[in-house]
T-cell receptor
Framework: SQQGEEDPQALSIQEGENATMNCSYK?????LQWYRQNSGRGLVHLIL?????REKHSGRLRVTLDTSKKSSSLLITASRAADTASYFC????????????FGKGTLLTVNP | EADIYQTPRYLVIGTGKKITLECSQT?????MYWYQQDPGMELHLIHY???????EKGDLSSESTVSRIRTEHFPLTLESARPSHTSQYLC????????????FGPGTRLTVT
């Protein structure tokens, strides 16, 4: 079964609005990462949060982690058309910190 | 922009052909990975390497093979391509130690007819 599950599967918003994506996972983790993928391209790392952290910021990105609920959320504030992409969460766990398990992703469309 | 390259970017090939997908990185990373991704779906790890002469199979069974003779090079080979191999193949690398971030190449979109 999938370690990471993003919710919603697709999200469409207007430019300037905030976008929130959620990720749930099943097993204990050491860290959780968010990646962005533009259509037909490779993934780009956005942010990493460790299991002992609850919140992290990077520019317009805010990530939260609730290990008791095994969930994380990614908030993109003041969205832009250029933010249109698929967003994936990925978890590293156990002795395999260097192997990641990816969720199915959320397709975000930001309309100008 | 990550210094990791994949060639070819697109490949259309007939059933039964042998193919090699190239992946190279200039960052000196020890760890390298191959993922398979169908359109709109998650990434599945099919092979990984933690250094020269080290290769392991990933979580998704694959008929492909890999080699790691040089740190910077991690090619993937399919001895006999089939339509079921049609997919996007993504290569990634990571520096290891305290950094778990992976750097991805642009991908190879393979179509087997």
């Amino acid at each position: 079964s999938q370690q990471g599950e993003e919710d919603p599967q697709a999200l469409s918003i207007q430019e300037g609005e905030n976008a929130t994506m959620n990720c749930s996972y099943k097993t204990s983790i050491n860290n959780l990462q968010w990646y962005r993928q533009n259509s037909g391209r490779g993934l780009v790392h956005l942010i990493l949060i460790r299991s002992n952290e609850r919140e992290k910021h990077s520019g317009r990105l805010r990530v939260t982690l609730d290990t008791s609920k095994k969930s994380s959320s990614l908030l993109i504030t003041a969205s832009r058309a250029a933010d249109t992409a698929s967003y994936f969460c990925a978890t590293g766990s156990g002795g395999s910190n260097y192997k990641l398990t990816f969720g199915k992703g959320t397709l975000l469309t930001v309309n100008p | 922009e990550a210094d990791i390259y994949q060639t070819p970017r697109y490949l259309v090939i007939g059933t039964g052909k042998k193919i090699t997908l190239e992946c190279s990185q200039t960052m000196g990373h020890d760890k390298m990975y191959w993922y398979q991704q169908d359109p709109g779906m998650e990434l599945h790890l099919i092979h990984y390497s933690y250094g020269v002469n080290s290769t392991e199979k990933g979580d998704l069974s694959s008929e492909s093979t890999v080699s790691r003779i040089r740190t910077e090079h991690f090619p993937l080979t399919l001895e006999s391509a089939r339509p079921s191999h049609t997919s996007q193949y993504l290569c990634a690398s990571a520096p290891g130690r305290a950094s778990y971030e992976q750097y991805f190449g642009p991908g190879t979109r393979l179509t087997v007819t």
